[in-house]
């Protein structure tokens, strides 16, 4: 059974920013392709960045292109989410688990039917 410690959430202005973290545990962390989900009340959880397990594949929703920015460090075990410039849009709680993907982009991205856990997720909130 896999651990995830997401972190750095919080209330932010509009425009503002936030680095979320997720510590992983439990797994092989450096095979795992990993990505950050965010979840909005009433709203499905929806993958919006992904990170390859060598780091070299990179996924970001349309969403949130150009503003979040993923990235790891196998020698931690954590993934982190840079998010700037951010909306009232961005509110939800934000996950990270593993993900379905390749290093050298030869499969695309997706996600697993069903996952056998989460972490607690964080909060954040965009004011306007």
């Known amino acids: 059974q896999g651990l995830l410690a997401e972190s750095g959430g919080g209330l932010v202005q509009a425009g503002g920013s936030l680095n979320l973290s997720c510590a992983a545990s439990g797994h092989p962390f450096s095979s795992l392709h990993m990505g950050w989900f965010r979840q909005a009340p009433g709203e499905e959880r929806d993958l919006v960045a992904a990170?390859?397990?060598?780091?070299?594949?990179?996924y970001y929703a349309d969403a949130v292109k150009g503003r979040f920015a993923i990235s790891r460090d196998n020698t931690k075990n954590t993934v982190y989410l840079q998010m700037r410039s951010l909306d009232p849009e961005d509110t939800a709680v934000y996950y990270c688990?593993?993900?379905?993907?390749?290093?050298?982009?030869?499969?695309?991205?997706?996600?697993?039917?069903?996952?056998?856990?989460w972490g607690q997720g964080t909060q954040v909130t965009v004011s306007s």
């Open positions: 688990n593993h993900v379905l993907g390749s290093d050298d982009g030869s499969t695309g991205w997706g996600v697993f039917r069903q996952y056998d856990y």
């Open positions: 990170i390859s397990s060598g780091g070299r594949n990179i």
